[in-house]
């Protein structure tokens, strides 16, 4: 099984530390955090409060792939979405692809973030994740 | 690059955290798993650290005014010149005045709340201002009151959790900490019950939400005494054993029937009845408090209430109850931090006005009467440390300014500038958490937070700098340097600092029902620390300060039941106040990570209103109450009342290109102008910030140039 972040949304109590976690993470700009928790009301009684929460799925047909015209992304083995920084053209073909609005490109590097899981800074676990208070994140495909 | 144990101060729950430093800069600051309570997580403000200690507009120098009073012309000095305009001004203030014209007024609850009373006491000056009479210490004093201890929560044990107050999950000093609680428990099955105005993300989370009109939980839970008491629901053998008073309150709650609750509260009686049912049945059973409880003028009858159902449910000292907690360090070692050896309580200087129940703390506003009034003496001299009392304070513009305005002398020492440092004459950069060495002694967690990094500029460590104009001024503070006073302060745990960093975490572990095995009583007896040494239900402390022995209900200063005639002009129910995860009371607007989840303050307006008033969302509207008006944008929800709004609380604009006067945005979205300073609490001296009149207007396009 591909690696991915999975969310349980009944969970989340919208506290948005996953989102800061990934900001410093990844040193990203305000705002753009690869994970994204948008809180919605249910429009109907009884009211509620809905966590919509938003990050990479590692797709099986990635769509940032085949949307890339540089060949900076590439898929491993066991499917995850792997990004080759040097090729990036920062072109951001591949943050319109994207169906989860889970890429983002820096003015500043001049390059796309993409979610790795954290494992290229040698994490096991993501920032996001760790962090998370409720257990409204778990990981998959990782032996635990 | 090292990676090194720390505890984090960015608000004041003490979480702690793991810091990666980098050629002597941080560069990563995350949860530490072997914390005992947050377990590795961390919430948004602190994983925010870094670009709040990195900020471009941390004040870095000490700076004297040059121009007019907040008029923004500064001139940089050095240290030793501030701190002898400092203890220049307050030596002259003590030898003219006397050292109770001397104030110094704190911001939320870190270590240094205490370290700056200490600093007082060592002045000689009984006039420390804090938030001392809305936050947290009412709902202490009046169990202490009563049970001879203060109430904390076992929510991690609890079968039903009751929120009353706050929204918990989002509570700014302490979100993760209770967050982490609070989900666990409820994967483990327990029942929640939130009561709130608005539907938070507590209730939310919660199995039933109770819609209570701002101002009026007191008289849920006295509805909820009757039902418990009429219908058989209380612990018979606790209450026969280990309470007084129980005829007296049977007798007493007779009055407080779900009927009558409903018409004050607005919530069904049949729902009064059966969130009673739950909370009497469903054991163990825990009632967290928030500030909102303590935060009107019925406090002490709330957290009476309060403390009464938590006793005759037999809740108190148990698993997964109300528990009394064993600190780590002794109490008495807590009070001589604050210094009580410096200048014990029976010192003949006689401070500005306190209430009853809080004897020893001074609300910020009757420093800021005495300024404006002169009496029963004037202040002549403030301190502020680490606060921002223009925006958090109640009636920020027309006391809190006009007291700044006049007052002789105002030195400010905070980590940025802000509306309240704004009006200083002497302003002095802090060190921040990264930057110093300090402790978290609070409840039964000990942790260290030692100084990894070099400070920014010349800001500096608070305790060193009471140190040295307590020295300029011929005074002590009883240590030589902060690490010495550490050193002091875990002296009855046979500790050092060292010893502290050393070990990570020191954790009290906690026995239960102590009143059973003579561990509450100094006597060393079974039972509570109270004159009888049963828990009071009919309190004789109260009785004999002329407070109500029973628990009663006040109805809001300013309300539709107290105030008809006002209702006309000013139709809704305002209550503020409630917390967003990102930011800690007035701070950290400037941190672009935090900011940007929420760049302006919101007033949650139900949609019919919204619509009836013309108002579509996102709209800036005005919020106008009697003292005055303040502009913030419209939410249009269909979790609030029809007849309620919910403004945000301690909003200003850090990044304003206004002119210096115009104090960093202080005035444009301000709840403060709304709120007063009286009437008060009669135990606490609670202030009613909580529940307002209002009427709301959409802003023309004039007003928003």
Known sequence: ?144 | MSLCRSTCWTCSAACGVLVTVQDGKAVKIEGDPEHPRTKGTLCAKGLASLQLQYHPDRLLYPMRRVGARGQGQWQRITWPEAIQILAGRLAAVRQQWGPEAVAVVAGGSRPVLNYSRRFANALGTPNHGAASHLCSRPSGSVSRSIVGAGLEYDVTRSRCIVCMGSNWLHTQWAQHLYAVEFMAARKNGALAITVDPRLSMTGARSDIWLQVRPGSDAALLLAWINVIIEEGLYDRDFVANWTTGFPELAAHSQQFTPEWAEQVTWIRADRIRETARLYATTKPACITVGVALEETIGTTGALQALTVLAAITGSVDVDGGNTIESGVLPASQLSKVMGSDLMPRSAPVKGLQSFPLIPDARPGFAIWESIVTGQPYQVKAVLVHGGNPVLTNENARNLVFKALEQVDFLAVADLFPTPTSDLADLVLPAATWLEKDDLNYRGNVVSASPKLVEPQGEARNDVDMFIDILKAMGLTYGANSQREFMDWLLAPLGKTYEDVLAAGYLVQPQVRKKYEKGLLRADGKPGFDTPSGKVELLCSRFAKLGLDPLPQYHEPAESPYSTPELLKQFPLVLTDGGRKPMYHHSQHRQVPWLRQLSPEPELEINRQTAADLGIADGDWVWIEGVRGRCRQRAKLTNCISPRVVHAEFGWWYPETTAPAEALHGAWVSNINMLTDQQPNDKGCGSTPVRALLCKVYKCSEEDLR
Not at chain 1, 62 to 86: K, M, N, W, Y
């Open chain 1, 1 to 144: 099984m591909t690696p991915r972040i999975s969310d349980e949304p009944s969970l989340c109590i919208g506290c948005l530390a996953c989102l800061v976690a990934c900001m410093q993470q990844k040193n990203l700009a305000p705002g753009g955090s690869l994970i994204k928790v948008q809180v919605v009301e249910k429009p109907d009684p009884p009211y509620d409060l809905l966590c919509n929460i938003t990050y990479c799925r590692h797709c099986p047909n990635p769509p940032c792939l085949a949307a890339c015209p540089s060949l900076a992304i590439e898929q491993a083995l066991d499917g995850r979405v792997t990004f080759l920084l040097e090729s990036c053209t920062a072109c951001g073909a591949c943050v319109e692809a994207c169906p989860y609005d889970a890429i983002r490109v820096s003015p500043e590097s001049g390059k796309a973030s993409i979610c790795d899981l954290c494992w290229t800074s040698g994490e096991p676990r993501p920032a996001c994740l760790r962090h998370c208070p409720s257990g409204a994140l778990s990981l998959l495909g990782v032996p635990q």
